[in-house]
C-alpha cells in the first residue's frame, strides 16, 4: 500500500473566474504575464478565460495554450476554456485550447430549481439531455472534460447525482461541484462531497473538485471540507478574487494544507515562496488591492504590534507565527539598487523577484529604473516591481502622456496643462482648470479624448518609506461607452475599468492611471465595433 499522502490538484480560475470581479478586465499581455506566473507557482490547471465570450478572450486563451500550456515555465500546467454547454462554446473553446499539451475543456450547466426554472427556463429533463450531448460533444473534440452543475450548493442532491452519472457515462474526466452563490456551509459541503463520491454511478473514474465563493465567508473552510470528504482539486483565485464576494483564494488553501498536514494529511505542488510574487502582480493587473488583514498576502498578515507579541517573537517567532514569511515570499531585500547599478544587476534582480523580461522589456525597465534612481537614492525591490508594473503591463496605449505641467497651491483654482501624445504621431494639448491639481489633469484629459465615463475610486499608496517614495496611483472609472457584449462582464451596457501609475510624482501618476484606464476603454470598445463588423 503506498503511503504517500494523497494528492490535492489546484485549478487556478484567476484568469475567469476571478477576472469576472467588477474592474478587473486584463489586457491580454497581463493575462498572459499572470499565466507565466501561474506555471512558476506551480498549478496543475489554468483555466484561462472563457473564449466564447469574445474574440479578445479566445485569443487570449490561445495565446496562454501555445506557449504557457507548452511548459514554456518548465513545469506544464492543463490549460482550461470554459464553455456554456451549447455547441458555439463548447467548439471556441476546443479551438482555443488545442495547442496547449494538455487541453482542457470546462463546461457547466445548471441543475438548482431556482436557475432551471428562471434563468435557463429548461424543464429537468431538458436539463438530463443537454448535459448528456453537450458533455459527448466536447469529449469528442478533447480528452480531458470537466463538468459543472451549476448552483450544486442549492440543487437537489438525486437530482445532482443522475446529472453528474450522465456527464461521466458521457465523458467527464473531472466533477467539478460549485456553491455558486456561497451559500452552503461547510459540514454541508463536505456531507455533500461525501454523498456525490458514494452514489454518483462511475464515481470511482473522476476527480470530484470544489468551487466555492465567499459570500458568507466561508470559500476556504468549504473546500478543505470538500477535499476531507474526498474531493481530489481544489478551484482558486489568487487574493481570492472573482464574482462578488469572490472565490476560495489560491494561498488559504496551500498554506492551509502545507501548514497543518498533521491534520489534512494532502499534499499540492505549489511552491509557495512565489506566492506573495504572484499576488502582488495580479494586484497590479486587476486593480484590485489586498485588504491589509488578508490572510497569508495582507500587508499586515505578518506584522506583530502588541507589546506581549513582540517579546515573544523575539524570544522564539514559533510563539506567535504559524508560518515563516519567508515560506510565501513575504521577505523582501531591501536597498539592493542605486543609480550607478548597470543592466546586468537589474536584470538578474528582476529574475530573483519572479519577472524573465524579454530584451526589449528590460530596455523599457532599465530606462525607468535608471530614471528613478536619478531621483531616489535607493530603489528597492518593491520600487521595481511597481516600475515593472507600471511599464509592461499597460493597455495599448493608444494616447500616451507627453508631458505635464500643473500650477496649484492656497491662491486660487489649480491648472493643468497637458500634452498627450496619439495615434499617427499626433499631437493634443488642453489646459483644464479644476478644484486641484489631479482635477484639473482629469479634467483636461476628459476634454482632449471625450470617453464618457465616470471616477468611482481613486487611490494613491506610496510603495515604500520615505519622502522620495514611488506613489503609486490606482483609478476606477465606469464607462457609458457602448459597452461590447460580453455575457462575462455586463448585461447593463456599463463596465468598470481600472488604470494605474507608479511615478515620484502623484500629480504625473495620477494622469498616467487615468489615461491607462481611459485607454482600456477605448480598447475594447474598437474590439467590440471590429468584432462587430466582422460578424
Ligand atoms: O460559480 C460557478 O458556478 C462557476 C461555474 C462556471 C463553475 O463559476
Ligand atoms: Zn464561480
Same mark, same amino acid.
Not at 429537468?124 to 463538468?147: G, N, Q, T, W, Y
Not at 470559500?219 to 469572490?246: D, F, K, S, Y
Not at 471625450?450 to 503609486?472: F, K, N, P, R
Given at each position: ?18 477576472? $469576472? ?76 485550447? @488545442? ?53 450544486? %450548493? ?7 447525482? /443522475? ?31 461525501? @454523498? ?6 462511475? *464515481? ?25 470528504? %474526498?474531493?481530489?482539486?481544489? /478551484? ?5 478574487? %472573482? ?55 495582507? *500587508? ?55 519577472? *524573465? ?21 535607493? +530603489? ?15 493597455? +495599448?496605449? @493608444? ?34 482648470? %479644476? ?25 494613491? $499608496? ?18 457609458? $461607452? ?12 456599463? @463596465? ?27 480598447? *475594447? ?6 468584432? /462587430?463588423?466582422?460578424?
Amino acid at each position: 500500500m503506498s503511503t504517500e499522502k494523497p494528492y490535492v490538484r489546484i485549478f487556478d480560475t484567476t484568469l475567469r473566474d476571478g477576472e $469576472q470581479s467588477p474592474g478587473a478586465t486584463m489586457t491580454s499581455a497581463e493575462k498572459l504575464q499572470v499565466a507565466h506566473a501561474l506555471a512558476r507557482l506551480g498549478v496543475d490547471v489554468i483555466e484561462a478565460g472563457f473564449p466564447a465570450a469574445s474574440p479578445d478572450d479566445w485569443e487570449a486563451v490561445h495565446q496562454i495554450a501555445q506557449t504557457v500550456g507548452q511548459g514554456s515555465e518548465g513545469r506544464v500546467p492543463a490549460i482550461c476554456g470554459l464553455a456554456r454547454a451549447s455547441k458555439n462554446d463548447i467548439t471556441r473553446a476546443a479551438e482555443a485550447v @488545442r495547442a496547449a499539451a494538455k487541453p482542457r475543456i470546462h463546461t457547466f450547466l445548471a441543475t438548482s430549481p431556482i436557475h432551471m426554472e428562471h434563468k435557463l427556463r429548461m424543464t429537468p429533463v431538458e436539463v438530463k439531455a443537454r448535459v448528456a450531448e453537450m458533455v459527448a460533444l466536447a469529449r469528442s473534440l478533447c480528452d480531458d472534460i470537466e463538468f459543472s452543475p451549476e448552483d450544486a %450548493g442549492r440543487s437537489d442532491i438525486d437530482f445532482l447525482i /443522475e446529472v453528474l452519472g450522465i456527464a461521466v457515462a458521457n465523458g467527464a474526466t473531472t466533477l467539478n461541484i460549485p456553491d455558486t452563490v456561497g451559500y452552503v456551509t461547510p459540514a454541508e459541503y463536505g456531507t455533500l462531497i461525501a @454523498r456525490l463520491k458514494r452514489d454518483v454511478p462511475g *464515481a470511482e473514474k473522476v476527480i470530484f473538485s470544489c468551487h466555492c465563493h465567499d459570500d458568507l465567508g466561508l470559500a476556504t473552510a468549504n473546500a478543505l471540507a470538500g477535499v476531507m470528504n %474526498g474531493a481530489r482539486q481544489i /478551484e482558486v483565485a489568487v487574493n481570492g478574487i %472573482g464574482e462578488r464576494a469572490g472565490n476560495t483564494s489560491l494561498e488559504e488553501v496551500v498554506m492551509a494544507i502545507g501548514t497543518r498536514a498533521d491534520f489534512f494529511g494532502m499534499r499540492h505542488g505549489i511552491d509557495t515562496t512565489q506566492i506573495m510574487r504572484v499576488s502582488k502582480l495580479v494586484t497590479s493587473c486587476t486593480g484590485i488591492a489586498v485588504q491589509p488583514n488578508k490572510a497569508i498576502v495582507g *500587508a499586515n498578515a505578518f506584522a506583530h504590534e502588541a507589546g506581549i507579541h513582540q517579546d515573544g517573537m523575539l524570544k522564539n517567532a514559533s510563539t506567535y507565527e504559524i508560518m515563516r514569511p519567508e515560506s510565501v515570499g513575504a521577505v523582501v531585500t531591501k536597498l539592493v539598487l542605486g543609480k550607478h547599478s548597470g543592466r546586468a544587476a537589474v536584470k538578474s534582480r528582476l529574475a530573483e523577484l519572479g519577472y *524573465a523580461l524579454k530584451d526589449a522589456d528590460l530596455d523599457k525597465a532599465f530606462a525607468r529604473f535608471k530614471a528613478l534612481a536619478d531621483r531616489k537614492k535607493t +530603489v528597492t525591490d518593491a520600487d521595481l516591481v511597481a516600475l515593472v508594473a507600471d511599464e509592461l503591463y499597460q493597455p +495599448v496605449e @493608444r494616447y500616451s502622456l507627453s508631458s505635464l505641467e500643473v500650477k496649484c497651491g492656497t491662491a486660487g483654482p489649480s491648472s493643468a496643462t497637458v500634452r498627450l501624445k496619439g495615434p499617427e504621431a499626433s499631437e493634443l494639448v488642453m489646459t483644464a482648470t %479644476g478644484t486641484g491639481p489631479v482635477d484639473a489633469v482629469f479634467r483636461a484629459i476628459d476634454s482632449l479624448l471625450h470617453v464618457s465615463c465616470t471616477l468611482l475610486e481613486y487611490s494613491v $499608496q506610496a510603495v515604500t518609506e520615505g519622502i522620495d517614495a514611488l506613489g503609486e496611483v490606482s483609478v476606477k472609472v465606469e464607462s457609458v $461607452q457602448i459597452a461590447p457584449q460580453n455575457p462575462q462582464h455586463e448585461t447593463s451596457g456599463k @463596465r468598470v475599468y481600472h488604470g494605474h501609475g507608479a511615478e515620484t510624482d502623484i500629480v504625473v501618476a495620477s494622469a498616467k492611471a487615468y489615461l491607462s484606464a481611459l485607454n482600456r476603454i477605448i480598447a *475594447a470598445t474598437d474590439a467590440a465595433q471590429a468584432a /462587430e463588423a466582422a460578424s
